[in-house]
């Protein structure tokens, strides 16, 4: 088993990495190669309103025109050690971890992603329950009465919430339950929860569950393949003739087989809306990184995009990795493969 975590512990390191320099290769070597001279390079960096001088001034300050592996080299030092951007009229030091300083805010990126972090989490954590025990439950029950009435409202309600895009769920309930009903808050509330766990949650209640109703359908069906599936093999029989408890045979034996897919799917679902549920924050108006990332790319902010992209790489191998790390728990076979 310990040998089973030091090899993902590895894999997930060497993947940050390769991550590093895939970003690196999307924001500077790219450019370069589609024939992006130092200014063109510097200019997205220092805004529209910058005049030439300034964009020359800012291209030689930061280093443009030094070789890539330089470049990269520098890159690599400020997500490590910080860094130090001088742009002529003065210089700004960015403490590590550096995702990068936007000369438009005038303010290193990490902080404003810690701001934000704390909303998209608290999003992607509620919905994410919402989900996964909505979407399993009800993918089992449907496979225990295949064929019912219930079965079939289920999956044909989960075929809608695969279908229907989030902005226009979103919408349809905040009209009907923001405005019409006036049960929940409408979009841009947010509250802390240290500061009113009660209120922290009534804010986020229909976000959570316009998220939840479009990936409790995949996993409703999911669940349902795979226990149809499992339900019918040599074992699940074997274990009823032993006489145990139809509870225990479906949940200890059949679910418990069925769970890797629908973990596999977590970790990245997961990971991504850590990221930035952008559709569903902008729909909401909520304060968090995919809304961070929207205002970044329309104010042509390149630190702050280049920001984002690399904090949603990183939960997504982190999640990648406590997932893998759960296959050990949920199929005691990884642990001795």
Known sequence: ??????????????????????????F?????????SPEAMASRYVGRAATPETVHLVAERLGFNDPVIVQYGRFV???????EYDYGAGVEQCPAPCFGYSF?????????????????????IGAAVLWVVGGVSVGVISALRRGSFFDRLSMGTALAGVSLPIFFTGMISLVVFSYALGWTPPGGAYTDFSVNPAQWAYSLLLPWITLAFLFAATYARLTRAGMLETMGEDYIRTARAKGLHEREVVVKHGLRAALTPILTLFGIDFGLLIGGAILTETTYTLPGLGQFAILAIRNQDMPQVMGVVLVAAMFVVVASLIVDLLYAVVDPRVRLS
């Open 77 to 83: 030092k400020g997500l490590v050690a910080g860094a």
């Open 104 to 124: 438009i805010s005038g303010q290193p990126v990490w902080p404003d992603l810690l701001d934000r972090l704390p909303v998209t989490f608290s999003l992607a």
């Open 1 to 26: 088993m310990f040998t089973y975590i030091i090899k993902r512990v590895i894999g997930a390191f060497a993947m940050l990495i390769v991550i590093s320099m895939v970003t690196f290769g999307i």
């Open 28 to 36: 500077y070597v790219v450019p370069q190669w589609a024939g992006a």
